[in-house]
């Protein structure tokens, strides 16, 4: 009986989210309430959702304060000297172009917002683009290989979720991941300079100036700015991440510090914080609301029991052949999965399934986790018709939907192979 209202659990929140019936934030909450209630459950529902919420606090925490720090950094023009550089270091070279492409698009996607990454990266290269006769499909491909594998970073919308629905701290998920990662950047960057390379024939004149690095300068500075604080920035972001990655202190009080220094240091006024607080306040509180909604989901699937009996139940059918890679298999579909799954359902739906019936196999519901955030909504997104980042990708660049799917996918799912190799060569997922 649990099982199957377990299953009738997942069912309902992957139809109702994918179809668009209600809101993600609607469904976590309400859905595992109804068949909880229909499981015979009823005051204990509370304990459930308390537990629930109670388990991913911390990581709800750090989300909000990694928004609003990075959002701040962004106001403050940190990153702006930045990319003008490297819109000077791109030149007329389509290979250097396409590189420097995706360094810029790495470095916005540092606030982990793939609308940000495209709003503020294609403008100010597509100029460029036209301007040499280069096909904007390559920018749109480049730009998003890069976000997507930005987004595997700890303050990720799919790792948070990953490590929200399995229960474990997001450096425990992110840090044996790094190297992969790291290797993952590297492929993109490879990639980068092949599709420049194809390019370049199709460059007939070249361009006595650079209309990007034109374009970008043209644009008014922002009284928010703070040029004379730029190393003092760039060294706070450094210092955090470097903290973050070397566990020495919980995501949550490194990022609320770190914030606090920001705004404080870059805008002591009181009136221009809470402006910029507001500014930023509603992208961390749709995350917020989603990462709370979602421990009441868990908490109840795995507080009554669904969990572990739906696990018992496909223990009882998946082969053991099957099993035993669980993780492995994970990481195979992960990234073609964000055609079929928006992140709310496949992570806090699909994952924790996965997680608690490979367990049953002696493996580690840890391993499934980074298998999934290798692929799924991470490489995946920018190609996904279940992301309005995608739309506004291809509406920014002028590219088809179809055309932008079929160069882009079979190189998304390369780099999430080559990163899963590398994890499973250092040992962060068994083969």
Known sequence: MLAFLGLLTIV??????????????????????VTALLGGFTSEIVKFITDGIQSIATTAVMFVFAILFFGILMDAGTFKPIITWLLKVAGNDPARI???????????????????????TIPALLPLYDALGMRRTTLATTVALAAGTMNILPWGGPTIRAATALEVPVTELFNPLLVPVMCGLLTVLVIAYVLGVKERPLVKVPAQTSPATDSYAEQPGSNL????????????????????????????????????????????DLTIQRERI??????????????????CFTGILKGSGMIGAMAEAAVAYIPASVGNHLALITGLVAMPASLLFDPDSFYFG??????????????????VGMAAI??????????????????????????DLGDHQRKTIPLAFLVTLV?????????????
């Open 12 to 33: 309902l929140l992957l139809v109702l989210v994918m179809t668009k019936r209600v809101s993600p934030v609607v469904a976590l909450i309400v859905v595992p309430i």
């Open 98 to 120: 396409t590189v420097v492409t995706a360094v810029l698009a790495m470095i916005v996607h540092l606030d982990g917002s793939g609308a940000v990454t495209f709003l503020v």
């Open 225 to 268: 700015e703070r040029p004379r604080l730029l190393w003092f920035n760039l060294l706070l972001v450094i210092g955090s991440i470097a903290v973050l990655i070397s566990a020495l202190a919980p995501p949550h009080v490194i990022f609320m510090v770190a914030f606090a220094v920001a705004i404080t240091v870059n805008y002591p």
């Open 278 to 295: 507001d500014a930023h306040a509603k992208a961390a509180l749709l995350m917020a609301s989603i990462l709370f909604a979602a421990g």
């Open 350 to 367: 699909i994952l924790p399934l996965l997680g608690t019936t490979a367990t049953h196999f002696q493996g580690s519901a840890l391993e």
């Open 374 to 399: 290798l692929g799924q909504m991470t490489t995946g997104f920018p190609v996904s018709p279940l992301t309005g980042a995608t739309f506004l990708l291809i509406g920014l660049t002028g590219v």
């Open 419 to 431: 990163m899963l190799l590398v994890a499973v060569l250092v040992g962060a997922i068994s083969f």
